[in-house]
T-cell receptor, first 113, second 115 residues
Framework: ETGVTQSPTHLIKTRGQQVTLRCSSQ?????VSWYQQALGQGPQFIFQ???????GRGNFPPRFSGLQFPNYSSELNVNALELDDSALYLC????????????FGPGTRLTVT | AQSVAQPEDQVNVAEGNPLTVKCTYS??????LFWYVQYPNRGLQFLLK??????LVKGSYGFEAEFNKSQTSFHLKKPSALVSDSALYFC?????????????FGSGTRLSIRP
């Protein structure tokens, strides 16, 4: 098991609602990335935070936003939920001196009805 | 733009036989290449990486991967498959060493090892 934790494990929301997902990085890691993994697909990069600033973003609309805190924990916020947002959301932490291999949390399964 | 292709959705191998899971990549600079494994209802686990150096990289659980620059490939291999190797495998590429570099995953290959 990695030292990366995510909460909650599962979540059910209604279309149009807002959701916040949380991630606690592995100790010493200053970079966190968030991914969306739909059933049967590879993880899709949402965005990345490095030392509390967003420094990379994938093809996701602005209603996907995030934060990284001084202790390097992180949040993913999704506004105006749509049915297609139903997926497994993964966070991964890393540190540049390690060659950027990422350590993933177990994920949050979001279901939008 | 960088990309990763895993041409096989599924690979079936008998236990004890060698296995290969294929991956090709496209990146503008020097690639940072990774393999991850995902078990059901779990996050991804890091297996191995290629940054520089020897083209044959050894990783966890007896897996290894061969970097081939001319063919832009990074195939995952194991000399003798175990039933417990059955899982979903992802190849990934990072487009550089900087903190702003991003990692792109392939679509995954389901490896099934039959007893």
């Amino acid at each position: 098991e990695t030292g990366v934790t995510q909460s909650p494990t599962h979540l059910i929301k209604t279309r149009g609602q807002q959701v916040t997902l949380r991630c606690s990085s592995q100790s010493g890691h200053n970079t966190v990335s968030w991914y969306q993994q739909a059933l049967g697909q590879g993880p899709q990069f949402i965005f990345q935070y490095y030392r509390e600033e967003e420094n990379g973003r994938g093809n996701f609309p602005p209603r996907f936003s995030g934060l990284q805190f001084p202790n390097y924990s992180s949040e993913l916020n999704v506004n105006a939920l749509e049915l297609d947002d139903s997926a497994l959301y993964l966070c991964a932490s890393s540190f540049e001196s390690s060659g950027y291999e990422q350590y993933f949390g177990p994920g949050t399964r979001l279901t939008v009805t | 733009a960088q990309s990763v292709a895993q041409p096989e959705d599924q690979v079936n191998v008998a236990e004890g036989n060698p296995l290969t899971v294929k991956c090709t990549y496209s990146v503008s600079g020097n690639p940072y290449l990774f393999w991850y494994v995902q078990y059901p209802n779990r996050g991804l686990q890091f297996l191995l990486k290629y940054i520089t150096g020897d083209n044959l990289v050894k990783g966890s659980y007896g897996f290894e991967a061969e970097f081939n620059k001319s063919q832009t490939s990074f195939h995952l291999k194991k000399p003798s498959a175990l039933v417990s190797d059955s899982a979903l495998y992802f190849c990934a590429v990072r487009d550089g060493p900087g903190s702003a570099s991003k990692i792109i995953f392939g679509s995954g290959t389901r490896l099934s090892i039959r007893p």
